[in-house]
């Protein structure tokens, strides 16, 4: 997993899988990343082949996490089609801006 | 009266059914494929059936038996492909027969449904799901006696139980012994086959939940095709095995039964049911705080 953070934007990528092995590793290293308070945070889902519901928590926990501070953007790019219909199956798709570019 | 019935084989376009199991046993509207049209035929006035089958013909033979509860008979008619309709009439129609049903009832392809021959079945999974809505209202034949037409729109198996809070929109059928729990809501266009189980909170619109489907609570499922623990985006032919089962799992633990999990089969594997764990979990939770609470007693 990569993490970069520039300006306000703080860019997640290069996340494989997320499942109950890394989504604790996940929300560590995405929280810690937190500190710089940026305004939109964008997590690359293109790589990511395999979700379950651990890594469903994981984006919520990140939801709730950044849900304290107003005005900050959560931004999905580009899932693949199956974790497309996993995030709307959860209704994930409302909590987050799904973008593809 | 006589009549030939010619089983579709293999369809590239939907896999996940052609792969798992013969298309003529491909469950729609509590029956499957072959026995809406057997059911037709019989209204018809055909009673000597020929049941040309290019794989999966012992499935066929399962599904139909020998006819009787249609007061017809069958032969089932091994064949190495498919054939076409003139190629089934050269080969099995000797000249100058009167007893088959008149055209085009005497050979009939069972890539529709009886009355839709412009609504294929098996072209695309868009065109499965377009063909079962159209056929909704078509379904309750009079040898139908376990659905009821309880509202313009709305039919529902005899032996469904519905939560009094769930909302049933029209159009929508639940087959019979299927479970709603409270708050569901079912439709527009959806279609529940017999004996799933729909969780509370839960939404299926626009969307086909095969039989013995557990939908989970508050899980949306739109434009899909659910069966077992296969999602597939009937938009897109998108298809997902959904990883965790109290999302959306199949209720059988038995993998022989024909009609079981067809799709979870062809994915693989993977599609095996599994035990809820995150229900096991979280009922040792409440077990150890309801021992915890005991002991200081």
Redesign the interface.
Known sequence: MKIESLDECLRISEILELTAVNSAQFQDEVRSALGDSPSVIEINLSQTRFMDSSGLGALFALYRATGKHEGVVLRLLNPMPEIQQLLELTQMQLLFEIVRR | MKTLLICPSARPAVPHFSESGPLATAPILGACVVSHWIEHLAALGARDFHIIAANGWDNVRAAVGDGARWGVRINMIVSGVEPTRDEAVSRYQSKGESEWLPAPDDVVSMSHLPGCPDLPLFESYASWFAALIAWMPRALTPARVRVVEVRPGIWVGSRARISPTAQLIAPCWVGDQVFVNAGAVIGPGAILEDRSVVDSKAHVTQSWIGPETFVGP?????N?LAWGST?I?WR?D???C???P???SSLSRLQSAATTDRFGRALGAQARPEPNL?LITALHVRLDRGSNQKLPG
Do not use: E, I, R, Y
């Open positions: 508050m899980t949306w499922v739109a899909s999602l985006d897109t998108s298809s997902l959904v990883p965790d109290f999302l959306l995150n």
